[in-house]
C-alpha cells in the first residue's frame, strides 16, 4: 500500500489547472500578496502533516488533512481564476469539513487503553491510539495485514522476534494463526493482540508472565492476574513481573524508561464522616480519566491503595513530566463531579527516569518513585 502518491500538491495541481480553464478574467478576484503567503503556509503545513501521517500510518488522519488543504485551495485559487460564485463557497465547505474532522481527531487524546477480551483480541474502541497505528520504535512486535492476511508492514520488533528481515508481502500465516491468543513465534512464547479497523487488521505481541516469576509473584493463586477487574489497569502482581522486563530491556537496548507514581488520598470537610463509596466511585472515574490519558504503548498499573503506576517505555524526561501534571490536573467533567462530594481530592506525583546506562532493579525503581512523591494537589 502506496499513499505517496495521494499527498495533496499531486491532486492539487490538475484541480488548479481546471479552475483556472473554468475561470473568467473578468470575475477575478485578487486576494494580495500577504493572504497568498499565509494560504501557502497554511498548505504547506497540511501537506506535510499529511506525509507525516502517511510515514507513520495514522490511516483515519488522511482524509480530514486532504480535504482541509484541497478546500483551502479551491477557495483561493477559484476566486483567483474568476470561476463562479458557488464554487469558493464549495472549497469553503470541504475545507471546514476537513478541519472539523481533524479537531474531532485530535480531542480523543489517546481513549482508554486495549485491553483482551478474552479471546486474544483487543476490545472494540473508537480511539485513534487504540486503532493499531504502528509506531516504528514501538517496543512490542506489531504487524498490519490487508484482509487477506497479507502482512503490509511490520516493525523492526517484529522482524527482530521472527527473524525475517522482510516479512512484508507475506501471509501472515507463515508467523502465527490470527485469532489464537498465544503463539510462538521466532521460537518465542507470545501473547498475540488482534484489532481490525477501516478493512485492516493490526497485531501486537507481548512476552507472556515468566512461570517461576508468577509463582514467586503470586499470592494463594496458581498464577498472577493480568488485569484489576475494578480499574481495569495491570495488577500489581504482574508489575513484579513487566516492570523487570521493562528495565532489562531498556538497559539491553540503552532505551528510556520514565515511571510515574500517582497517589490519591481525601481530605474531609470539616463536620463530615468519610464516605468510602464515593470516595471508590471518584478513584474509579479518575482511572478512567487517566487510561484516556496514556498512549497505548504505555502500562498502567493499579498498585492498591488509590496508587497508580504508570511505565512510560522510550519516553525523555521532560515528556514524562508533562505528562505527569497532566494527570494530577482534574478535567472539568471530575471537578464538576466532586463539587458535591464533602472532601477534596489530594493527587501526589513521583517521577523517576531510568537511561539504561546502569543496572537497576524494579524494587530500586519503585522505591525512587516513592520517595520522590512531591505533595501536588488539584
Given at each position: 500500500?502506496?499513499?505517496?502518491?495521494?499527498?495533496?500538491p499531486?491532486?492539487?495541481?490538475?484541480?488548479?489547472?481546471?479552475?483556472?480553464?473554468f475561470?473568467?478574467?473578468?470575475?477575478r478576484?485578487?486576494?494580495?500578496?500577504?493572504?497568498?503567503?499565509?494560504?501557502?503556509?497554511?498548505?504547506?503545513?497540511?501537506?506535510?502533516?499529511?506525509?507525516?501521517?502517511v510515514?507513520?500510518?495514522?490511516?483515519?488522519?488522511?482524509?480530514?488533512?486532504?480535504?482541509?488543504?484541497?478546500?483551502?485551495?479551491?477557495?483561493?485559487?477559484?476566486?483567483?481564476a474568476?470561476?463562479?460564485?458557488?464554487?469558493?463557497?464549495?472549497?469553503?465547505?470541504?475545507?471546514?469539513?476537513?478541519?472539523?474532522?481533524i479537531?474531532?481527531?485530535?480531542?480523543?487524546?489517546?481513549?482508554?487503553?486495549?485491553?483482551?477480551?478474552?479471546?486474544?483480541?483487543?476490545?472494540?474502541?473508537?480511539?485513534?491510539?487504540?486503532?493499531?497505528?504502528?509506531?516504528?520504535?514501538?517496543?512490542?512486535?506489531?504487524?498490519?495485514?490487508?484482509?487477506e492476511?497479507?502482512?503490509?508492514?511490520a516493525?523492526?520488533?517484529?522482524?527482530?522476534?521472527?527473524?525475517?528481515?522482510?516479512?512484508?508481502?507475506?501471509?501472515?500465516?507463515?508467523?502465527?494463526?490470527?485469532?489464537?491468543?498465544?503463539?510462538?513465534?521466532?521460537?518465542?512464547?507470545?501473547?498475540?493482540?488482534?484489532?481490525?479497523?477501516?478493512?485492516?487488521?493490526y497485531?501486537t505481541?507481548?512476552?507472556?508472565?515468566?512461570?517461576?516469576?508468577?509463582?514467586?509473584?503470586?499470592?494463594?493463586?496458581?498464577?498472577?492476574?493480568?488485569?484489576?477487574?475494578?480499574?481495569?489497569?495491570?495488577?500489581?502482581?504482574?508489575?513484579?513481573?513487566?516492570?523487570?522486563?521493562?528495565?532489562?530491556?531498556?538497559?539491553?537496548y540503552?532505551?528510556?524508561?520514565?515511571?510515574?507514581?500517582?497517589?490519591?488520598?481525601?481530605?474531609?470537610?470539616?463536620?463530615?464522616?468519610?464516605?468510602?463509596?464515593?470516595?471508590?466511585?471518584f478513584?474509579?472515574?479518575?482511572?478512567?480519566?487517566?487510561?484516556?490519558?496514556?498512549?497505548d504503548?504505555?502500562?498502567?498499573?493499579?498498585?492498591g491503595?488509590?496508587?497508580?503506576?504508570?511505565?512510560?517505555?522510550?519516553?525523555?524526561?521532560?515528556?514524562?513530566?508533562?505528562?505527569?501534571?497532566?494527570?494530577?490536573?482534574?478535567?472539568?467533567?471530575?471537578m464538576?463531579?466532586?463539587?458535591?462530594?464533602?472532601?477534596?481530592?489530594?493527587?501526589e506525583?513521583?517521577?523517576?527516569?531510568?537511561?539504561g546506562n546502569?543496572?537497576?532493579?524494579?524494587?530500586?525503581?519503585?522505591?525512587?518513585?516513592y520517595?520522590s512523591?512531591?505533595?501536588?494537589?488539584?
Amino acid at each position: 500500500m502506496n499513499l505517496w502518491f495521494t499527498i495533496p500538491p499531486l491532486l492539487s495541481l490538475p484541480i488548479s489547472l481546471f479552475l483556472m480553464a473554468f475561470g473568467r478574467s473578468t470575475d477575478r478576484i485578487s486576494i494580495g500578496a500577504p493572504l497568498w503567503f499565509l494560504f501557502l503556509l497554511l498548505y504547506l503545513a497540511l501537506s506535510l502533516a499529511y506525509a507525516f501521517s502517511v510515514k507513520q500510518m495514522l490511516f483515519s488522519r488522511l482524509l480530514p488533512l486532504q480535504m482541509a488543504a484541497q478546500g483551502v485551495l479551491i477557495c483561493i485559487v477559484s476566486l483567483e481564476a474568476g470561476t463562479p460564485p458557488i464554487i469558493p463557497w464549495v472549497g469553503v465547505a470541504i475545507g471546514a469539513s476537513g478541519f472539523a474532522s481533524i479537531a474531532s481527531l485530535f480531542s480523543r487524546r489517546g481513549q482508554p487503553m486495549m485491553q483482551p477480551n478474552g479471546q486474544g483480541v483487543f476490545a472494540e474502541d473508537t480511539s485513534e491510539a487504540a486503532s493499531g497505528q504502528i509506531a516504528e520504535d514501538s517496543p512490542f512486535p506489531t504487524v498490519t495485514t490487508d484482509p487477506e492476511g497479507i502482512i503490509i508492514h511490520a516493525n523492526s520488533a517484529f522482524k527482530e522476534l521472527s527473524e525475517d528481515e522482510a516479512p512484508e508481502g507475506k501471509s501472515v500465516t507463515e508467523f502465527f494463526v490470527p485469532g489464537n491468543q498465544e503463539e510462538t513465534i521466532g521460537g518465542k512464547s507470545q501473547l498475540v493482540f488482534q484489532k481490525n479497523r477501516d478493512g485492516l487488521f493490526y497485531f501486537t505481541m507481548a512476552d507472556p508472565p515468566k512461570t517461576k516469576t508468577a509463582k514467586a509473584a503470586a499470592s494463594s493463586k496458581g498464577g498472577v492476574e493480568l488485569f484489576d477487574p475494578a480499574t481495569g489497569l495491570y495488577t500489581k502482581e504482574y508489575s513484579r513481573i513487566r516492570g523487570p522486563e521493562e528495565l532489562s530491556r531498556a538497559a539491553r537496548y540503552r532505551r528510556w524508561l520514565c515511571g510515574v507514581l500517582l497517589q490519591l488520598s481525601y481530605t474531609n470537610l470539616p463536620g463530615f464522616d468519610g464516605r468510602p463509596d464515593l470516595e471508590e466511585t471518584f478513584f474509579i472515574a479518575y482511572v478512567q480519566y487517566f487510561k484516556s490519558e496514556v498512549r497505548d504503548s504505555d502500562m498502567g498499573f493499579n498498585l492498591g491503595a488509590r496508587t497508580l503506576l504508570l511505565l512510560l517505555p522510550e519516553t525523555p524526561q521532560q515528556g514524562a513530566k508533562d505528562t505527569s501534571i497532566r494527570l494530577i490536573t482534574l478535567p472539568e467533567p471530575l471537578m464538576e463531579m466532586k463539587k458535591d462530594y464533602p472532601f477534596s481530592v489530594n493527587i501526589e506525583y513521583g517521577l523517576h527516569y531510568y537511561s539504561g546506562n546502569h543496572q537497576m532493579s524494579f524494587e530500586q525503581f519503585t522505591e525512587k518513585l516513592y520517595s520522590s512523591l512531591a505533595g501536588e494537589k488539584e
